[in-house]
């Protein structure tokens, strides 16, 4: 999925409750992307090491270095995920659910990734596994993500109005 996608799915599921908390599971929700493709982008951009030419559009994961290959693999497995959750939730001695804006990109993922381009390694290391689902760009895929995240948002600015128009009221909101 692109980048403002995730960043809106992170903040709409485990950041509505302010803007600070919207800021921070959209950001977490950036981060397998920003460490992986971002990081090998501003190296590109600087000329830092052999790098391949994107001048026919988006490398493939296999024209990255075999470092940023391996980087890619631990940020966007489900078993890496679940292990952080997990070291986080023991060390913070509860469960920390913005953290799961960092799964939800795997999620997201894996049914918008082909083959052709950045599958989702998502059973890394254990297994070499992916799936070929269809790219995000595809017009069916991008116009239904569109979709979804007009429908999220709508319910969510309909709930958030109506609950605050009864603070302002001074009422109890009816479930």
């Not at 903040?11 to 409750?17: E, K, P, V």
């Amino acid at each position: 999925m692109d980048f403002v996608s995730h960043a809106l799915w992170g903040g709409i599921a485990f950041g509505r409750r302010t803007r600070k908390a919207f800021l921070t599971a959209a950001g977490i929700s950036l981060l397998p992307d920003v460490l992986t493709e971002g990081l090998f982008g501003v190296l590109y951009v600087l000329r830092i090491g052999n790098m391949p030419g994107w001048e026919y559009g988006h490398p493939n994961i296999t024209d990255y270095p075999i470092w940023a290959q391996n980087f890619y693999n631990f940020t966007h497995s489900a078993i890496v995920f679940t292990i952080a959750f997990l070291l986080i939730w023991a060390f913070v001695r509860k469960p920390v659910w913005v953290v799961c804006t960092w799964g939800l990109h795997i999620l997201i993922d894996i049914p918008t990734h082909s083959l052709d381009l950045f599958p989702t390694p998502f059973l890394w290391p254990i297994s070499n596994y992916k799936i070929n689902g269809m790219g995000w760009h595809n017009p069916i895929v991008l116009g239904a993500n569109i979709l979804l995240l007009l429908c999220a948002y709508s319910v969510w600015l309909k709930a958030r109005k109506r609950s605050s128009i009864h603070k302002i009221a001074g009422t109890k909101r009816v479930k």
